[in-house]
């Protein structure tokens, strides 16, 4: 079983519009985790991180994190074409740098 | 700063080749990440340095897959021998450590006939 689910896969939202995404995690000992994105031809890029419950706002990307269900979140509010990219949810344990990532949401703004 | 570097960006090989693919990480670094990445299965972790010391390696690739970092500021990943089924991006990550942001390079892309 994936420890890391997303959701969904794929996502059509209007220029402006506002794009959620959301992120599970099936494992207790996650304790930290990070919004990537990835466009076409490169390599994963962070977007934020969030380790305690609650919103964290960047911009316009808010993370909510609900540690007791190990749900977290991500908004992006006036969505733009440019953020037409893969998104990965990725979570890591207290003790260990490695981070284990979702499969990936698609998010598509179309004008 | 420099981010992380790979090459070659693309590498096509013959079943059943050898090849290397190379990786300098953010300088200052200590954490160094090999991951490979497929529509199917999605990022996959290969290999996991802290300080030059091998943390943890994914289990499936063992047999035909040996990452290395030959000093802190260069590493390689050798597949040896490809298979078709190696056909994928190969990315290199970074990071200062525990609870701490993973900066990835641009990949390669590894076609394997």
């Known amino acids: 079983q994936q420890k890391v689910q997303q959701s969904p896969e794929s996502l059509s939202v209007p220029e402006g519009g506002m794009a959620s995404l959301n992120c599970t995690s099936s494992?207790?000992?996650?304790?930290y985790f990070w919004w990537y994105r990835q466009h076409s031809g490169e390599g994963p890029k962070a977007l934020m991180s969030i380790f305690s419950d609650g919103d964290k706002k960047e911009g316009r990307f808010t993370a909510h994190l609900n540690k007791a269900s190990l749900h977290v979140s991500l908004h992006i509010r006036d969505s733009q074409p440019s953020d037409s990219a893969l998104y990965f949810c990725a979570a890591s344990g207290a003790n260990t740098g490695k981070l284990t990532f979702g499969h990936g949401t698609i998010l598509r703004v179309h004008p | 700063d420099a981010g992380v570097t790979q090459t070659p960006r693309h590498e096509v090989a013959e079943k059943g080749q050898t090849i290397i693919l190379k990786c300098e990480p953010v300088s200052g670094h200590n954490d160094l990440f090999w991951y490979r990445q497929t529509k199917i299965q999605g990022l996959e972790l290969l290999s996991y340095f802290r300080s030059k010391s091998l943390m943890e390696d994914g289990g499936a690739f063992k047999d035909r897959f040996k990452a290395e970092m030959l000093n802190s500021s260069f590493s390689t990943l050798k597949i040896q021998p490809t298979e078709p089924k190696d056909s994928a991006v190969y990315l290199c990550?970074?990071?200062?450590?525990?609870?701490?942001?993973?900066?990835f390079g641009s990949g390669t892309r590894l076609t394997v006939l």
């Open positions: 990550a970074s990071s200062l450590g525990v609870a701490e942001t993973l900066y």
């Open positions: 494992d207790r000992n996650f304790q």
